[in-house]
């Protein structure tokens, strides 16, 4: 483990928070066995043992959220407010993954003589993102060590200090050596721990090419569960009877909350003609007042995009929002250097999704607006995506919105709440190239484990019960 991260925040790069050994397939396979060899334990001590170190580790995040906020911040670029409202998430996975998160692997006994029991499945593998570099891995190590699980968690190489950080911090909560395992590094040592045969699944949140990389990789271990949430080209649909302030609010927070780098962020619109002019007026307003700055400044709502990378991404495909057809409306100029990324709208006539812009995740703080002349137009033009996350919409009339429901394919359809509004007491997941159907949030417990069904019977042979033909003892 010659080779290191080294991590400096994205807002001042004189800020460096440590550099942290890459971890090779050597040291990999070392932390896997390490775990496979805690996992009995682990699985017999049972779900109170199990429960105390959970709840421990909830009470120390609850006293350690003022300085997880601050590293999260510092080492993502994430505005303060928000790093602390993920850092307050923390003990709330564990309540919910404790309460009702372990009712949905129950034993069930439908009737007299069946039973079925939910087992752990053995090592799991978490791969983490840099956007939620906190609350998104302990959406599946909570309730992988809930349900008896062992955990090798490789953070994101954008964020080692948060998951150094979370690693320490289950360990001080009692976890038992080899029960969370870190490792640290790039793309190698993530495929080396996803491919590990002792491994046995496999739970990621980040982009769709990373994740369709990893399905290609564990082809042949079909034993191995994935469970992957990819992104999203998330819409917001407003009707010609919506509140506009209460439009132009959700547009605003879910096109630039932590700088359009969430996986629900908003970045297409589908406006009634009716409306559209006004909107947008308010929209400019907005968005020319966001404050924007370093993380750590009072009273900033954005900092900049995670990276020197990110950055040139975003800048490419925010590039080709003209070649796809749009006017640009607007766009904020900043009087800082990349990272730093102000929003920016892009309109089009016509709300076909043709061309790449107008299909791929942006990152970023863009809105592409499409007017629509009414509901099933609009419906019709959030569907015409290969992601299938999340969506919203806005209008007083709830049967409007009753009519997107089961129309809309999203795994998140909000009503008068923008798209990255998500609660973690429900399940959290998409369609298409979203995810594979295992979504997080409360049901996270059903993927983290493996059901086993019992016929039981306390009876001896009854002959009469034998079929045709079968000799009788």
């Not at 043992?49 to 959970?54: C, D």
């Not at 978490?126 to 609350?135: Q, R, T, Y």
Request: hydrophobic share 40%; with cysteine; glycine share 10%.
């Amino acid at each position: 483990m010659n080779d290191v991260v080294r991590s400096v925040s994205p807002s001042d790069p004189r800020d460096e928070l440590g550099t942290f050994p890459v971890w090779d397939e050597q040291a990999v396979d070392e932390a896997v066995r390490r775990a496979r060899t805690a996992f009995p334990s682990w699985r017999d001590a049972g779900p109170a043992a199990r429960a105390k170190v959970l709840r421990r580790f909830a009470e120390l995040a609850a006293e350690r959220t003022d300085e997880l906020a601050n590293l999260i911040a510092r080492e993502m670029g994430k505005a303060l407010w928000d790093a602390t409202a993920e850092a307050r998430l923390l003990p709330a996975k564990i309540d919910a993954t404790l309460g009702d998160g372990m009712n949905f692997v129950a034993p069930l006994e439908p009737v007299a003589g069946a039973r079925a029991s939910y087992h752990p499945r053995g090592v799991l593998a978490v791969l983490g993102p840099f956007n939620f570099p906190a609350h998104l891995p302990n959406g599946h190590i909570a309730p992988a060590l809930a349900t008896g699980n062992t955990v090798v968690f490789k953070p994101s190489d954008q964020t080692p200090a948060v998951g150094d950080f979370m690693a320490r911090l289950w360990r001080d909560a009692g976890a038992p050596p080899g029960v969370l395992e870190i490792v640290q590094g790039r793309a190698e040592t993530g495929h080396a721990l996803a491919t590990h045969e002792a491994v046995d699944g496999v739970l990621f949140t980040g982009s769709y090419s990373v994740g369709r990389a990893l399905a290609e990789a564990t082809l042949d271990q079909p034993g191995k569960i994935l469970a992957l949430e990819m992104g999203g080209k998330n819409a917001i649909v407003v009707c010609e009877d919506a509140d506009l302030d209460l439009a132009v609010a959700e547009c605003a927070l879910s096109m630039c909350a932590t700088t359009g780098q969430r996986c629900t962020s908003a970045s297409r619109l589908f406006v009634a003609r009716s409306v559209e002019a006004p909107l947008l007026e308010r929209l400019v307003r907005v968005l020319d007042e966001i404050v924007i700055g370093p993380p750590l400044e009072p009273g900033v709502f954005c900092g900049p995009l995670a990276s020197r990378a990110a950055w040139d991404r975003f800048q490419r495909l925010r590039a080709e929002g003209e070649a796809a057809g749009g006017e640009r409306l607007y766009r904020r100029e900043m009087n800082r250097l990349a990272p730093f990324a102000g929003p920016s709208i892009v309109r089009f006539d016509d709300a076909s999704q043709k061309h790449r812009y107008q299909r791929e995740e942006l990152f970023g703080p863009e809105l592409a607006v499409y007017p629509v002349d009414d509901l099933d137009q609009a419906i019709a033009a959030t569907n015409d995506a290969d992601f299938g996350l999340a969506a919203a919409v806005i209008t007083r009339d709830r049967s409007r919105f009753d009519h997107c429901v089961g129309r809309i394919r999203t795994g998140i359809l909000n009503w008068n709440k923008g798209t990255i509004g998500a609660s973690g007491r429900l399940p959290f997941g998409g369609e298409g190239r979203s995810g594979n159907h295992r979504p997080a949030g409360i049901t996270a417990s059903v993927y983290c484990t493996s059901p086993q069904a019992h016929l039981l019977s306390e009876a001896g042979l009854d002959p009469e019960t034998l079929p045709p033909g079968m000799p009788r003892p």
